[in-house]
């Protein structure tokens, strides 16, 4: 059974029902969930005529549910509902529950790109050379072969070039060691 | 006498061979045996000279001339590796050079033994630009995260080990199942490429 949400976070949410439009609210749902901000707290409290400090703990009751419901992967409406407390206001919870399902799919794929990873391999690409001399052999003919693999590591901070290029060279004994993973 | 296709090799090593002329059958043995080691294990310059310094005490030379010597002597064997010469090539260049008919014989004769190995490790020692050494790979299943608590999908994770200079850099990549064929597919047709040629 998942654990629960506490009644504080629901509290919260109730300052909903002074949003002026369904779009307001659909909109501060949607954009807690990436976490507070100076800038979200500020235009949520100018929406919805409350105080800046009321803002702030809606912002973060709403990133809490809505990371509830992605952990423990709350997918049909009936889980969602059965949640909420009792006496919480109808529409609101029905509202409420209609936008955490729509956004639920994209919310668990950005998880997943996001998650602690080594650097993933993003392109590859590869070219065959015959090298035909050297300083040590004047005649020679052997194929070699470059790899490119560029990388991105999802767990750099976004101010530091997270995609990297690697250029690596093998020749027939690595080849050999790539061949036989398969 | 020129040599007919050793003609990069510097004039002075005319003299240097003419003086091997001077060591019986057992030295010159002797000493084409410590140069063909030191071909063989390039890397081993101290063991190299030890060997020399020793000969040369044994035989009642100087050490200093001795290395001169084997340096200059070593021109021959790298240049005729560079230009693929056969042992007969380098037989009648070594005699061009001074050097007596069995001793060109037996330095002939220990090249055509070492050929293939000395080829080799030349080819082998042909510049390569972060070169993969060593690859190791692992496949798991991710069972949960911080933000989902059921996940279930898989990874490939690969390590590969390059030379960079004299040491080593390992690089870490993960791929998912789709990538990973991706990647398989890729090395498939870049493998398929180079048995054109080889």
Known sequence: MAATVSSEVFSDLQLLLKAPSKDVVREVCVQSHSGPSRQLTDNTAAALSISAAQAAQLVQSLHTLSHHILFYNLSSPEQILSIFPETFHSSLKNLITKILLENSPAWRTGALDKQVSLPQLKDLDWRVDLVTGSDSVSRMSMPTCLVQLKLEDPCQSTDMESVSTVTVELRQTARNILGAES | MQPQFMKDVPDSVCTDFQNLNKLNEQQFIRLIEILFQFLLEPKETERFMQQLAEFAGHHGMSAGPLKTLMKSVLLVPQEACKKNLTAEQIREDLMAFGL?????????????????????????????????????????????????QKVGSIFLQLKLVTRKGNSTENIYVELTLPQFYKFLHEMERAKASMECFS
């Open chain 2, 100 to 148: 007596g008919e069995d001793k060109a014989a037996h330095f002939s004769h220990q090249w055509a033994e070492h050929n293939a190995s000395l080829s080799r490790r030349a080819v082998e020692q042909t510049l390569m630009v972060n070169q993969l050494v060593d690859m190791e790979w692992k496949f798991g299943v991710t069972v949960g995260t911080s933000e989902i």
